[in-house]
Structure formats: structure tokens, C-alpha cells
């Protein structure tokens, strides 16, 4: 996702439903994943399918990249500073 290709996979557990925002494809069955492959690649082909990577997609893999990112570094200052 955080390359901005799309991702077919089996439904399992939380994961249930496409979400094409996300560029994430959900299956049941094999001929239903074909299907979709198939629907996948002419989106590709016509453009209407791209690898930008939506704000929605970033929020969703990274929801608190930079919160993160500053405790890692405050911890890691802290442990050699302190």
C-alpha cells in the first residue's frame, strides 16, 4: 500500500471488505480473485489506476508517524544524554 500498488488478498479476520481509496482488493474465492486481477489490470491500463499513495492510505499505515518518531528520538536522547 505505502507504494501505492493495489493488494489482492483472501478475506480473513478483520480484513473483510475492498477498499479501492487504499487500493486494497478482498476475495472469497479463487474465481472472484481472477475477476478482480482481471478488473485491476485494466484500471492499470487505462490509467485509471495509478501508485499515487492517498493521504487516506498514509493516515491509515502511519496514523502517528511523526508522534513517533520524536518519542524514539526524545527516548534514544534520554538514554545516552540522561
Same mark, same amino acid.
Given at each position: 500500500?505505502?507504494?501505492?500498488?493495489?493488494?489482492?488478498?483472501?478475506?480473513?479476520?478483520?480484513?473483510?471488505?475492498?477498499?479501492?481509496?487504499?487500493?486494497?482488493?478482498?476475495?472469497?474465492?479463487? &474465481? @472472484?480473485?481472477?475477476?478482480?486481477?482481471? #478488473?485491476? =489490470?485494466?484500471?492499470?491500463?487505462?490509467?485509471?489506476?495509478?501508485?499515487?499513495?492517498?493521504?487516506?492510505?498514509?493516515?491509515?499505515?502511519?496514523?502517528?508517524?511523526?508522534?513517533?518518531?520524536? &518519542? @524514539?528520538?526524545?527516548?534514544?536522547?534520554? #538514554?545516552? =544524554?540522561?
Amino acid at each position: 500500500m505505502s507504494l501505492g500498488m493495489p493488494i489482492l488478498l483472501k478475506s480473513y479476520g478483520v480484513i473483510q471488505n475492498s477498499d479501492p481509496e487504499k487500493k486494497l482488493f478482498v476475495y472469497k474465492t479463487h &474465481k @472472484e480473485a481472477l475477476a478482480m486481477l482481471d #478488473k485491476i =489490470i485494466q484500471k492499470i491500463e487505462s490509467g485509471t489506476l495509478n501508485r499515487d499513495v492517498s493521504q487516506e492510505t498514509n493516515n491509515f499505515l502511519f496514523p502517528h508517524l511523526a508522534e513517533n518518531r520524536l &518519542k @524514539e528520538l526524545e527516548q534514544t536522547f534520554s #538514554k545516552w =544524554i540522561g
